[in-house]
């Protein structure tokens, strides 16, 4: 434990001392705030959803207060809210918690799962079996029986975010065109982020989409890029928190069903 909370102290002295501008043509994860804060309750914004965009053009994240499901694809940050309406996101609304990063020089794979949520993460490891970077992912496809969720907007005080996903509403779609996009992250970044897949749905025309939860089978392209640099802002609200260990069963009450 004593080594694994070094190594993260290291890395965030490290994204405090290298400026983003000074990373040049470097694959970028971009990333705002950290996990502990957001599952402690931190959900205020701390940057726009326009300054995130000029950090990257594919991620995932959600908005002030857990203003809906955010799904950046192609430059664009899409809000999956509550009600189950997709919409395209203001660029002055502000954003607690966001992984982003540009897509480039990346590889595709065509491949296919069936068998749900478990298979097609053992499709992308087959596929990216290098556990030791962090994995931009972007998946095109057509898919079968796709779960996702979005949860309400929260008012201050906030409370935990393994409270608020007690009420998430959750969406499904028995057959559906779309694109997963997310990321990989490992092990040894577990205290600041979600240490393993982390992914968010939308589907081709936009109007259904959110943090997966579930799907039941796939023909699909991945594309991925492997981020060898790491960029990190941290919001004064961090502050006002006392950072508690996360645990592994915490961690599967926000991320599952």
């Known amino acids: 434990m004593k080594t694994k909370r070094l190594l993260a102290m290291l890395i965030l002295l490290t994204v405090a001392l290298v400026p983003l501008q000074a990373l040049g043509e470097e694959a970028v994860l971009y990333q705002v705030s950290t996990l502990q804060a957001l599952m402690q309750g931190d959900y205020a914004g701390a940057v726009t959803v326009e300054e995130l965009l000029q950090q990257g053009d594919t991620g995932l994240g959600t908005f002030d207060g857990l203003d809906g499901e955010m799904i950046v694809l192609d430059g664009v940050a899409y809000k999956a809210a509550y009600d189950g309406s997709v919409t395209i996101a203001d660029a002055m609304e502000t954003v607690p918690f966001a992984n982003v990063a540009f897509l480039s020089a990346w590889e595709s ?149």
Do not use: W
Request: with cysteine; aromatic share 10%; glycine share 6%.
């Open 109 to 257: 794979i065509d491949t296919s799962f069936e068998g749900g949520y478990e298979a097609l993460l053992a499709a992308l490891t087959a596929s990216v079996p290098d556990q030791n970077m962090p994995v931009v992912f972007r998946i095109t496809g057509s898919f079968t029986g796709v779960s996702v969720r979005s949860v309400p907007k929260q008012q201050e005080p906030y409370p935990l975010l393994a409270e608020v996903v007690k009420n998430q509403a959750v969406f499904t779609a028995d057959q559906v065109d779309g694109t997963i996009v997310g990321f990989r992250f490992p092990a040894y970044m577990d205290d600041i982020n979600v240490s393993g897949y982390h992914l968010h749905f939308l589907c081709a025309d936009t109007t259904f989409g959110g943090h997966l939860l579930d799907m039941e089978s796939g023909e699909i392209t991945i594309q991925y890029c492997e981020l060898n640099a790491f960029s990190m802002i941290l919001p004064e609200s961090i502050k006002l928190y006392t950072l508690t260990d996360t645990t592994t069963d915490d961690i599967k009450a926000v991320e599952s069903l």
